[in-house]
């Protein structure tokens, strides 16, 4: 699966869990909360106030894409 500011949180995290720690530093707590698994990385980052470019860049990173 490629990751992209359009990917859900959802898929992101049953395909690759090790980036829920990401998530954590952007204070999405609530991983498991059927809204947060439906929203796209791009809206959580909105929500949160993070920069969704630098998020997706470290899980980018970590995946090896």
């Given at each position: 699966?490629?990751?992209t500011k359009n990917s859900f949180i959802g898929?992101?995290?049953e395909s690759y869990p090790e980036?829920?720690?990401y998530f954590f530093?952007?204070?999405?707590?609530?991983l498991g909360c059927p809204s947060a698994r439906s929203e796209t990385l791009e809206q959580a980052c909105m929500v949160h106030?993070?920069?969704?470019?630098?998020?997706?860049?470290?899980i980018k990173a970590e995946i090896g894409q």
């Open positions: 699966m490629e990751v898929q992101i995290l980036t829920a720690k530093e952007i204070g999405m707590h609530c106030g993070a920069d969704a470019d630098a998020l997706l860049a470290k």
